[in-house]
């Protein structure tokens, strides 16, 4: 079933996970080890992230560098079969421009269709660990709104080859991702809502957002998006703090502001166990003013740290 249509068919707040495919050499089960905790609380979907190939460099025996390329979480598409197939729960794959040109977008769109999957999240993706900047492959997508369109014209029946007749019609529910605290290679926040207007005049059905840690910059951001004309639900995306480490990582890696509050509370614990239990307590209240304002879905990342989000959610039921 499309998330769209989950939201449509709710009268209240629903719930949501991400999840991360396994490293590479981890099994399936490592990921259901994850997931048996939050499926008590009944989620409309899951997501599962995708995760770009990079370039490293290993030291070999006669100590020379040799670059080699690595892709440490594959299998986003199958594994989010699997998880449809085990927990009987729609999932969301993400699906970036990076690294993929327009013929493997296609092909990885038609493969995602034959197993019964629904729904897409469409990104850009960053840019690779040896660029400076987002570089898309030769003839593949620049942005996000590119690949929007790719799947769009699939969902209309239009292929690549444009001589197959009597072609079968996808029916992806799309959504796009949004930023409260705007994306950092955006010029200003204008800029940024102007191109996300895009992706939802293009044909977005929702918008999930980047993680914020200050409600009021959520509800700044709907309402700015408001005032533009975008209509469609967006999504709040949550995570847990739960080491002294984020304080300075998640600002860094996510582009983001941790309010003084949180971050002097951070600050002051000992240990990261004292961390975990400020973060589970700003994260449930996060939560509960979120839902008090009826927003469509909660989503939580929960990124290897089910039990935190367990903890949240089940104090929200
Ligand atoms: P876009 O919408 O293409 O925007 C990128 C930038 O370009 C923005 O600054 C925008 O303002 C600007 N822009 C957009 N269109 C135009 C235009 N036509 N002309 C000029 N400028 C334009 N990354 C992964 O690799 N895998 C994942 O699974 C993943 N999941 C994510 C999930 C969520 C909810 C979020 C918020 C992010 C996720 N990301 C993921 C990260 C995402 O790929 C990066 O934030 C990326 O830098 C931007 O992606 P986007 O889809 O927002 O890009």
Not at 39 to 51: G, L
Not at 57 to 66: L, Q, V, Y
Not at 189 to 198: G, N
Request: aromatic share 8%; glycine share 6%; hydrophobic share 35%.
């Amino acid at each position: 079933m499309k998330v769209i249509d989950h939201i449509n068919q709710s009268s209240g707040t629903l719930i949501s996970f991400e999840i991360l495919p396994p490293l590479k050499g981890k099994g399936i089960q490592s990921l259901y080890n994850h997931l048996d905790p939050l499926m008590e609380f009944k989620p409309s979907f899951i997501n599962v992230t995708y995760h770009r190939s990079e370039h490293v460099f290993k030291k070999k025996s006669d100590g020379t560098f040799e670059k080699v390329v690595v892709r440490k979480r594959p299998g986003t598409e199958s594994i989010c079969a699997s998880i449809m197939n085990k927990y009987n729960v729609d999932t969301v794959p993400h699906l970036i421009c990076g690294g993929f040109g327009i013929n493997e977008t296609e092909d990885a769109l038609i493969n995602l269709n034959y197993l019964g999957i629904d729904n897409v999240l469409v990104l850009r993706g960053d840019a690779a660990k040896n660029e400076s900047g987002f570089e898309p492959e030769p003839g593949g997508h620049q942005y996000a709104i590119d690949l929007l369109k790719q799947v769009r014209n699939l969902n209309a029946g239009i292929y690549l080859e444009e001589d197959l007749k009597n072609t079968s019609q996808t029916k992806f529910c799309i959504g796009v991702a949004g930023y409260p605290e705007k994306h950092f290679e955006a010029p200003n926040m204008e800029s940024d809502l102007k191109y996300l207007k895009a992706k939802v005049d293009a044909g977005a059905d929702y918008i999930v957002t980047q993680m914020f840690f200050d409600n009021a910059k959520y509800f700044a951001f709907v309402n700015a998006c408001r005032e533009i004309g975008i209509t469609v639900p967006i999504i709040p995306g949550l995570k847990p703090v739960y080491t002294r480490k984020q304080l300075t990582v998640l600002p860094k890696t996510f582009h983001i502001d941790l309010p003084t509050s949180l971050s002097d509370e951070m600050a002051r614990c000992k240990t990261d166990l004292d961390v975990e239990k400020v973060g589970t307590e700003w994260m449930l209240q996060q939560s509960k003013e979120l839902k008090k304002a009826g927003v469509p879905v909660l989503h939580y990342y929960t990124l290897g740290r089910p039990h935190i989000v367990a903890n949240v959610v089940k104090e929200l039921v």
